[in-house]
């Protein structure tokens, strides 16, 4: 088995910046890519970024120039620095991975438990 457990949402005002971690163990091969998503009230699970295992990025138009996606494999983590946070970034954030948990299985994705931000105006 394979848990994510994420850490570092809460409160912050507009303009502010939030850093969210994300840690992967239990039964690990290798990693392939990690993401983010986020779900706001009432909307669909979206894409926010992810990042390869070589470190290529990509993210929604919406956060590019204030999200940072990062990760350290060594720690098998992954991290999401927000900054210039607006109100619309309020929603619960999972991350993401997709975990060979041998040699002889093939990659399969897992999620986090989420955790919640809340940007103020």
């Known amino acids: 088995q394979v848990q994510l457990v994420e850490s570092g949402g809460g409160l912050v005002q507009a303009g502010g910046s939030l850093r969210l971690s994300c840690v992967a163990s239990?039964?690990?091969?290798?990693?392939?890519?990690m993401g983010w998503f986020r779900q706001a009230p009432g909307k669909q699970r979206e894409l926010v970024t992810v990042?390869?295992?070589?470190?290529?990025?990509n993210y929604a138009d919406s956060v590019k120039g204030r999200f940072t996606i990062s990760r350290d494999n060594t720690k098998k983590t992954v991290y999401l620095q927000m900054n210039s946070l607006k109100p619309e970034d309020t929603a619960v954030y999972y991350c993401?991975?997709?975990?060979?948990?041998?040699?002889?299985?093939?990659?399969?994705?897992?999620w986090g438990q989420g955790t919640q931000v809340t940007v103020s105006s």
């Open positions: 993401n991975a997709d975990v060979r948990s041998s040699y002889y299985t093939s990659y399969r994705r897992y």
């Open positions: 239990g039964s690990i091969f290798s990693i392939n890519d």
């Open positions: 990042i390869t295992s070589g470190g290529s990025t």
